[in-house]
Each structure stands twice: as C-alpha cells, then as structure tokens.
Nanobody, 119 residues
Framework: VQLQASGGGLVQAGDSLRLSCIVSGGSFITYVMGWFRQAPGKEREFVSAINWNGGSTYHADSVKGRFTISRDNAKNTVYLQMNSLKPEDTAVYYC?????????????WGQGTQLTVSS
C-alpha cells in the first residue's frame, strides 16, 4: 500500500490550494484518513482527519474555518482544501491513513508535499 500526496506549491498569503492524496496498492480498505504537517524546526502536527465515510471531520484549531478535508472513496483519495492561507501554514504536508490490507490494519504515511506561503 502506498500513499501519494500532491498539490503543494508556492502561493501568496490569502490564496487557496488543494492537496490530494491517493492510496494505491492492491486490495485494501481505508478507514480514517488525515493530514499532518511539519514546519522547519518543528515537530509534525495534526491538521485534519476524516472518518471512513466522510461523515465526521476534525480540524486543528489553527486551521478551523480555513481548511476542509474530504474524501472520495471511489477514487481512494483524500483532499485538503486550504483557503485564506497564511505564512505560518508553510510546511511539508503529509497524508496518513489507516488501511486494512490482507486482513491487517496498519497506519501508512505519504511522502509529503511542500507548501510555502509567502507574505
């Protein structure tokens, strides 16, 4: 099972951007999916998460009202819509998923995608 994140880039403060993360690799079922980020010199922190059917979402206080997480299970993809971006959102964003593969649930990380927000 692999997670492939994409969509990062260089934007200006106030801009919007959408990250995507595709899960691939044989037969599997994804449950909770989420996004974390790590800024230079800081620990990785939770950003957003979504349950298996999209009925429940969770966001860190720092992104509430600006970021929206969603998923398309038919495409095995989780999205992070980021609006009103701030320089402090600059970080490498990692997707994460709990995946059942070959009757075993494991937690997987994507490779990360860089977001840089200029002021």
């Amino acid at each position: 099972v692999q997670l492939q994140a994409s969509g990062g880039g260089l934007v200006q403060a106030g801009d919007s951007l959408r990250l995507s993360c595709i899960v691939s690799g044989g037969s599997f079922i994804t449950y909770v999916m989420g996004w974390f980020r790590q800024a230079p010199g800081k620990e990785r922190e939770f950003v957003s998460a979504i349950n298996w059917n999209g009925g429940s979402t969770y966001h860190a206080d720092s992104v509430k009202g600006r970021f929206t997480i969603s998923r398309d299970n038919a495409k095995n993809t989780v999205y992070l819509q980021m609006n009103s971006l701030k320089p402090e959102d600059t970080a490498v964003y990692y997707c994460n998923a709990d995946v059942v593969h070959i009757a075993t649930m494991q937690n997987y990380w994507g490779q990360g995608t860089q977001l840089t927000v200029s002021s």
